[in-house]
């Protein structure tokens, strides 16, 4: 299994950016994929998570209305746009393959900041 994230970068409060998780090693459209995020300091947290078909999503409430998941199951890529980013958001973004609880396959992560 392998997960690569990229996308990340330095965006002004207000900006956006979006996320790729490009995943390999296993049947990606089998499984449900999640973001999380790991700011300094700070615990790792479900940010999203979206199943296998990219019928049901979930968000943790910091991100409601301003992040939504995707993935295409052709490419084998998952995706996380971020809009209207806060200086909050500022972390470390992992996707992981899986959907209810973490599974032990993460990415390298891709640092996102968020300042002026």
């Known amino acids: 299994v392998q997960l690569v994230e990229s996308g990340g970068g330095l965006v002004q409060p207000g900006g956006s950016l979006r996320l790729s998780c490009s995943a390999s090693?296993?049947?990606?459209?089998?499984?449900?994929m999640s973001w999380y995020r790991q700011a300094t300091g700070k615990e790792r947290e479900l940010v999203a998570r979206i199943n296998n078909l990219g019928v049901t999503t979930n968000y943790a409430d910091s991100v409601k209305g301003r992040f939504t998941i995707s993935r295409d199951n052709a490419k084998n890529t998952v995706y996380l746009q971020m809009n209207s980013l806060k200086p909050e958001d500022t972390a470390v973004y992992y996707c992981n393959k899986g959907y209810y609880f973490p599974s032990d396959y993460w990415g390298q992560g891709t640092q996102v900041t968020v300042s002026s």
């Open positions: 090693g296993f049947t990606f459209s089998s499984y449900g």
